[in-house]
């Protein structure tokens, strides 16, 4: 038994959202003849449009991996980012899932995986398609 699950495509909803909410703040700072102002407007939306598809990439490379031995989570965009953490059986606490509207309304849930021992250790993996389902 080898169960692979990624995100949902509405955890992409999110990191839009917010972009566009940032960037229509940072075009109300654009004047018409200040050149230097409208250069520093233009590197901002710049920066914020790279993390927007970084943010994306990263929500696509996540994917939980659940199999005999326990629960992982595989993320990471770069080679020197990509790794696992995860939790063997034994040691999982609990598995929840959050509810909402939002959640309920697309079927896409927060899924959480608690470490029996420490806090420092859980896996949080966002916008799973059916994570309410055992």
Request: aromatic share 14%.
């Amino acid at each position: 038994m080898n169960t692979s699950i990624m995100s949902h495509g509405v955890a992409y909803i999110r990191p839009i959202f917010i972009f566009i909410i940032v960037f229509l703040i940072v075009q109300a700072f654009r004047a018409p003849h200040n050149t230097t102002l409208n250069v520093i407007v233009y590197i901002l939306l710049a920066g914020l449009a790279s993390l927007l598809v970084m943010r994306l990439i990263y929500l696509k490379t996540m994917r939980l991996v659940i199999n005999e031995n326990g629960v992982y989570l595989f993320s990471g965009i770069f080679p020197w980012t990509k790794g696992m953490t995860g939790t063997l059986w034994r040691d999982v606490a609990e598995a929840v899932y959050y509810t909402g509207f939002i959640s309920w309304a697309f079927n896409s849930y927060r899924i959480c995986v608690r470490h029996r021992f420490t806090k420092t250790s859980e896996l949080v993996i966002p916008s799973v398609k059916d994570g309410n389902r055992p």
